[in-house]
């Protein structure tokens, strides 16, 4: 994964998860920083809603059957 900014290009290495109370934690390295993501219940439903559009659907299952 990469994230593009004004500062540049940086790859993003997901190290792991855990749950701490209703958080779902993403340990990540983002170039040379140590990172920790909570999501909580809100950004689960924000995020479904992004992955649950018509385009993004599609290129998911198009990914899927391409790589079988």
Do not use: Y
């Not at 990469?2 to 109370?21: C, F, H, Q, R, Y």
């Amino acid at each position: 994964m990469k994230v593009t900014s004004p500062a540049g290009e940086l790859d993003v290495i997901i190290t792991g998860t855990a749950v701490e109370g209703d958080a779902v934690i993403i340990n990540a390295n983002v170039g040379v920083w140590e990172i920790r993501v909570f999501l909580g219940p809100r950004d689960f439903r924000f995020f479904f809603s992004l992955l649950f559009r018509p385009a993004v659907l599609l290129f998911l299952l198009k990914r899927l059957f391409r790589s079988a």
